[in-house]
Nanobody
Framework: QVQLVESGGGLVQAGGSLRLSCTAS????????MGWYRQAPGKQREMVAT???????IYADSVKGRFTISRDNGKNTVYLQMNSLKPEDTAVYYC???????WGQGTQVTVSS
């Protein structure tokens, strides 16, 4: 059974930092591109960052230079380090496995001004 479990969300002031984690089970983690997406109220879900099985990363323009995606294949975990957070980063953040087409349930990130 595939599971993607996100953690690390919360409430932070603008300019602060959070680190999200997504731990996978039931999949061969090392072969799949993993991604972080987010959905703000009233908006469509959007890509934040992805990391391939080989470690190639892609970022949305809105988070370049502030967010860093990384993975630890030994722990079946993908991370999203978020620095210099802005109120517009407020959203539910979802983890995604492209190979298995599977979403996590999401974790709320709220940035206060």
């Amino acid at each position: 059974q595939v599971q993607l479990v996100e953690s690390g969300g919360g409430l932070v002031q603008a300019g602060g930092s959070l680190r999200l984690s997504c731990t996978a089970s039931g999949i061969i983690f090392s072969i799949t591109t993993m991604g972080w997406y987010r959905q703000a109220p009233g908006k469509q879900r959007e890509m934040v960052a992805t990391i391939s099985s080989g470690g190639v990363t892609i970022y949305a323009d809105s988070v370049k230079g502030r967010f860093t995606i990384s993975r630890d294949n030994g722990k079946n975990t993908v991370y999203l380090q978020m620095n210099s957070l802005k109120p517009e980063d407020t959203a539910v953040y979802y983890c995604y496995s492209s190979y298995y087409s599977y979403w996590g349930q999401g974790t709320q990130v709220t940035v206060s001004s």
